[in-house]
Nanobody
Framework: QVQLVESGGGLVQAGGSLRLSCATS????????MGWFRQAPGKEREFVTC????????NLADSVKGRFTISRDNTKNSVYLQMNVVKPEDTAVYYC???????????????????WGQGTQVTVSS
């Protein structure tokens, strides 16, 4: 069993920055690709970004390209989401997730992820 705990959410003004962290338990962190997803009120969960096991490959949703960056530190069993130039439409609960599937990269399909955190709220004011 892997536990994921997100932190770093909060209220930020449009144009500002925020850094989310996701700490994981266990000694198998490097065996998981990691992803960030978000869900806004009344909307379905959507893919934000993911990173491969080694950190060499990342994927980003078009809506966050050029603004968000995902990174991971396998020595600290943690994954991060740097959010820059945030917009009101970025307001959502952000979830990190761990994925055992392996193809050298990572997947945007949330249904295949094995473990999920409880989420952290990000609110962007205009």
């Amino acid at each position: 069993q892997v536990q994921l705990v997100e932190s770093g959410g909060g209220l930020v003004q449009a144009g500002g920055s925020l850094r989310l962290s996701c700490a994981t338990s266990g000694r198998t962190f490097s065996q998981f690709a990691m992803g960030w997803f978000r869900q806004a009120p009344g909307k379905e969960r959507e893919f934000v970004t993911c990173i491969s096991r080694s950190g060499s490959t990342t994927n980003l949703a078009d809506s966050v390209k050029g603004r968000f960056t995902i990174s991971r530190d396998n020595t600290k069993n943690s994954v991060y989401l740097q959010m820059n130039v945030v917009k009101p439409e970025d307001t959502a609960v952000y979830y990190c997730a761990a994925d055992r599937r392996f193809d050298g990269g990572c997947f945007s399909d949330g249904k295949g992820y094995d473990y999920w955190g409880q989420g952290t709220q990000v609110t962007v004011s205009s």
